[in-house]
């Protein structure tokens, strides 16, 4: 069974911030990682893999695209109707 790592460790690993590994969980793009509970750990050997996956022989070089998360759906004229306050007509009466 190959090293489990917390996100600190992971981090640490990696020479990023925990921050960065806790917003590419939510986000997407990030190394893929365990939910083992309410504890997050992180593979070594992936780690490995994600980084090697990364390697670019120049900096115009694009490497593969990581997928971006998907859009919300939009929602329908219909939930816009019913969820957009009303304009109250301004009176022409002088006050």
Sequence with gaps: MSDLLTTPEAAAYLRL??????????????????KLG?????DQGELDRWQAA????????????DPLPPLPPAPS???LALT????????RAPH
């Design 84 to 91: 957009t306050p009303r304009r109250r007509r301004a009176s």
């Design 54 to 65: 990364r390697d670019r022989t120049s900096t115009s070089d694009p490497g593969p695209m």
């Design 17 to 34: 911030s925990p921050r960065t590994l806790e917003n590419w969980r939510v986000r997407g793009g990030g190394p893929r990682f365990r």
């Design 77 to 79: 004229a219909r939930v």
């Design 38 to 42: 309410d504890r997050v750990l992180y």
